[in-house]
């Protein structure tokens, strides 16, 4: 396969520090997880990670998107990776998760690895690898160290998406406890929500603040009056798509916050931001001190990458992302 003709490009990356090897970290996972079963799975993905957004830079952003939707759910399991079964609707035919885009990207990986190294690397992990890979290649940040050791996820339900994962429409207090049952600070709530630097979204996700916000037939003050005016142009319908960030869309960068402290935030989760005095401390940081932000974004990918995760003999290692094996 071509791919292993550019594996030697990342080698670089994953060159082991021998002191470390073996060592595990909290949950079980740990740095180098495939040394020995398959030592050039990081490489792999990053490789193929590379010519896939090449060709599709749009697969950055619902790759970041996928992993956050997927580790709020039940923890970092590749539990919204699973199909609806006849007798049970999955995460991915819940309504937050109908817009997610890039399963297949997934697969792909998955097929070239089983194909190396079959039966050893999980779901869970593919998905945190290209989605390290997607932050590195969309923004300028390095290719940061991920830990491995993620098992997949049996159960996958419906209901487990509409309940945990947050709303567009969530005020501020609402994402600060929603991140807290999940093991992050407010701190790190604002840092993710950087995210929204990169991609799209579906004009039904902005619930009206562009023309009838809560039903009061005028646009949310709290929206630019001219971004309002541009979106009722864009928004044909509710299916209609919109960039998040009208800076750099296509960059992942900090351009997000200047946008927050113009009004300009797309989503009342995102302006709502503004309205605390920890999280408003936290956006000013991040609009005016870029490289600290992007550490801290790392840091936070990281340790959302590692919320609730089954390690060891916890869940299994699937044959195919979508389906559990029997």
Excluded at 141 to 148: E, M, T
Aim: glycine content about 8%; overall charge positive; hydrophobic content about 35%.
């Amino acid at each position: 396969m071509n791919t292993m003709i550019k594996v030697v490009s990342v080698l670089g990356f994953i060159v082991l520090n021998l002191s470390i090897l073996g060592v595990s970290a909290e949950h079980g996972l740990r740095h180098h997880y495939y040394y020995k079963k398959c030592p050039l799975a990081e490489a792999i993905i990053a490789n193929m990670m590379k010519d896939i957004v090449r060709q599709d830079p749009r697969v950055p952003p619902r790759l970041i998107r996928m992993h956050f939707h997927d580790c709020f759910v039940r923890g970092c399991d590749a539990s919204v990776l699973l199909n609806s079964t006849p007798n049970n609707k999955a995460e991915k035919d819940a309504g937050p998760n109908l817009s997610l885009k890039a399963f297949d990207v997934i697969d792909k990986i998955k097929g070239v690895l089983e194909y190396h190294c079959p039966g050893v690397v999980s779901c869970a992990d593919i998905l945190t690898y290209a989605t390290r890979e997607s932050v590195h290649l969309s923004g300028k940040f390095p290719r940061y160290a991920v830990r491995g050791g993620r098992k997949d996820g049996i159960i996958s339900l419906e209901s487990d998406a509409l309940t945990q994962l947050p709303p567009p429409f969530a005020d501020v207090n609402q994402l600060i406890q929603g991140f807290a049952q999940k093991g992050l600070t407010a701190e790190e709530m604002v840092t993710l929500s950087g995210a929204h630097t990169i991609g799209v979204s579906q004009c039904s996700s902005i619930s009206g603040r562009h023309v009838n916000f809560q039903n009061t037939g005028k646009p949310d003050p709290t929206l630019d009056f001219h971004l309002a005016a541009t979106l009722r142009k864009e928004c044909k319908s509710d299916n209609s798509i919109v960039v998040m960030d009208r800076f750099t869309p296509g960059v992942t960068d900090n351009k997000y916050y200047h946008g927050l402290l113009q009004n300009k935030g797309l989503f009342t989760s995102d302006q709502t931001l503004l309205t605390n005095f920890v999280t408003k401390k936290e956006v000013l940081q991040n609009a005016y001190q870029p490289s600290v932000w992007a550490e801290k974004f790392i840091s936070a990918m990281v340790k959302m990458g590692e919320i609730e995760v089954l390690t060891g003999k916890q869940g299994q290692i699937r044959k195919k992302c979508n389906s559990v094996n029997h």
